[in-house]
């Protein structure tokens, strides 16, 4: 009888890792990339939910990304590229 609810204890406690992960872990509210301006490299924040997209920017902190993605298509969006080392 203690073995089982041991077991079963083991068990619990297992799903509620897994859960726990799945919850605060795994999904994430931002993605993060890169973009270029004016040969510069910024870390950019996309928030997942809402699509609004962030640069960190020196001495500013995180400052929101201006630009209609709709209207250039080369403006002000990430890349999964690195940038060229000169």
Do not use: C
């Amino acid at each position: 009888m203690y073995r089982l609810w041991i077991e079963r204890l083991w068990r619990f406690m297992l799903a509620l890792i897994v859960i726990a992960f799945a919850l605060w872990v795994w999904p994430t509210r931002f993605r993060y990339d890169h973009i270029f301006d004016d040969g510069n490299t910024y870390p950019v924040r996309i928030d997942r939910f809402s699509g609004d997209s962030d640069m960190l920017v020196p001495d500013e902190g995180w400052v929101p990304v201006e630009g209609d993605s709709k209207g250039n298509p080369n403006d002000n969006q990430t890349t999964g590229h690195r940038a060229p080392r000169s």
